[in-house]
């Protein structure tokens, strides 16, 4: 992911850390260092307390990756897969295919997280009397991460997008209504609420004197404020795209190029003449995959006239071929992380009819804004097929820099 690095792969989840999550953690472990460990453990050195600062801030991620973990196994028993979970400034996500079709699987996938950190909490609890016997290091650090979190569970369960009962209300109310779109509306109004109630109890911790307190808090409720927009913002994709198949908005099949031709004659052939950045290859006039201006950056320029395409290319079967039939909600997904600029499009002989591309997409939102019409009337049965990111933890405690966030 853009702005992530990949630490790990667990249980076929790729575990990215997002650059932005450095900065929590320094903040935490100079916050613990400088705050709670001193207080607990008097006479010690600061490098000290800057250890047990560092390995608590560990330990409190290893437990957000819990959390996320949880939902993304709920969600795989659902049938939905999860390929990446990120851990960020404010706690992670985990990246869902596809929104879940129905209230049940919404409710299911959104719960586990939070009575995962209930169950966390509730075992470092039990376990603070044994660790303070075995050390008082380790003891603080265990009631530590136990108060933090049952905070992040019960903090998480708040009623309103992003947070993960925002999702179990939207479960609740898309049941009781059969309304998905009104259920998220109602979700998403809540955390609006919720974001203007945490900025305003930032200013006023400003006020107070508490300064960094207050910012830490009103940057919880400026996060909160953008998800919900998002979450509307979504709401309103879905419905233009409801219904909308990618045939209706591919683009005609670009000009491809056989696999045994050059990188010379790619370029100066289809790239240069057509402005391509993405071109199709074919081998017998049938597709075999794909080349990008990054595969060329890889060949040096003086061994274009040798390198056949086929040499470099992504092959079909790396590639996400979609057909005509599908409904444009379920593959946006899969064009936001594609490598190209679109996505080839296969009739049922296997034939190349066209290509979905963000030009379409965008053309297609245009049209329908100055025509002021919807889509197909007929919606796909099962769910709108959006990427759901599952906004669900953050590291908790009793002072910032570890408020919880969703």
Request: overall charge negative; aromatic content about 8%; hydrophobic content about 50%.
């Amino acid at each position: 992911m853009r702005g992530s690095i990949n630490i790990a792969t667990i249980a076929g989840i790729a575990i990215d850390i997002n650059f932005s999550w450095f900065i929590i953690f320094v903040l935490l472990a100079v916050t613990l260092a400088n705050g709670q460990f001193p207080a607990a453990l008097p006479d010690k050195s600061y490098a000290f307390y800057l250890l047990l600062g560092a390995l608590t801030a560990m330990l409190l991620f290893a437990s957000v990756l819990l959390h996320e973990l949880a939902h993304a196994l709920v969600a795989r028993m659902r049938g939905i897969e999860v390929h990446t979970i990120e851990l960020y400034i404010f706690g992670g996500v985990s990246n869902l295919e596809r929104e879940p079709p129905t209230p049940a699987a919404t409710f299911l996938i959104s719960i586990v997280g939070p009575l995962t950190s209930l169950v966390v909490g509730g075992i470092c609890i039990v376990l603070v009397g044994p660790a303070m016997a075995f050390s008082i290091p380790l003891g603080i650090i265990i009631e530590y991460l136990g108060i933090t979190n049952i905070v992040l569970g019960v903090f998480n369960l708040l009623p309103g997008l992003p947070l993960d009962g925002g999702q179990v209300l939207r479960a609740i109310i898309w049941a009781a209504t059969h309304n998905q779109q009104r259920a998220t509306r109602v979700t998403a109004a809540v955390g609006q609420i919720l974001a203007f109630f945490f900025i305003i109890i930032g200013i006023l911790e400003v006020f107070n004197g508490l300064i960094f307190d207050g910012i830490w808090i009103g940057l919880i409720g400026w996060f909160f404020l953008q998800a919900a927009q998002n979450s509307n913002a979504r709401l309103a994709l879905q419905t233009v795209f409801r219904g909308v198949k990618v045939s209706r908005v591919m683009s005609p099949a670009p000009p491809t190029i056989e696999a045994n031709r050059t990188i010379e004659q790619l370029v100066t052939g289809v790239i240069l003449q057509q402005s391509q950045r993405t071109v199709l290859v074919t081998r017998m006039h049938s597709l075999a995959g794909q080349v990008t201006l990054n595969h060329l950056r890889r060949v040096p320029r003086e061994q274009w006239g040798q390198t056949m395409v086929g040499e470099v290319m992504t092959g079909i079967e790396q590639l996400h071929v979609l057909n005509p039939d599908q409904y444009l909600l379920d593959v946006l997904p899969f064009l936001a992380e594609h490598e190209g600029d679109h996505l080839p499009v296969l009739a049922a002989d296997g034939q190349l009819v066209g290509v979905l591309d963000r030009e379409a997409i965008v053309r297609y939102l245009q049209l329908h804004q100055m025509l002021g019409s919807g889509g197909e009337s007929t919606p796909p049965s099962q769910g709108s097929g959006t990427r759901e990111r599952q906004d669900v933890s953050a590291p908790g405690a009793t002072s910032p820099p570890s408020s919880p966030v969703g």
